[in-house]
């Protein structure tokens, strides 16, 4: 099982949206813990990954050997690239 881990900057762009908005990124994250490749997206030239969730996106860096799910950016889809 991964350990799910969010960046001061993930955190604060949660607390910016609406209580509903962020209850639902924040399980759709959690719910990568047991097996987080089948739903992330390789970003193209980086070895950073991609959560689709609704409207937005969350940029993920996952470390294999640590057994880590670091979320290090969450935003809106037109603005998070």
């Avoid at 900057?9 to 990124?25: C, D, G, H, W």
């Avoid at 937005?56 to 935003?75: E, N, P, Q, T, W």
Wanted: proline share 2%; hydrophobic share 40%.
């Amino acid at each position: 099982m991964y350990q799910v881990e969010l960046t001061k900057l993930a955190k604060q762009f949660l607390k910016k949206l609406s209580q509903q908005n962020a209850e639902l990124i924040l399980k759709k994250v959690h719910t990568l813990r047991d097996n987080p490749f089948p739903k992330l997206k390789k970003l193209k030239g980086s070895k950073l990954w991609r959560l689709r969730i609704a409207n937005y996106r969350a940029v993920i860096d996952v470390i294999i050997s640590g057994k880590k799910i670091r979320v290090l950016r969450i935003g809106h889809r037109k603005n998070i690239y």
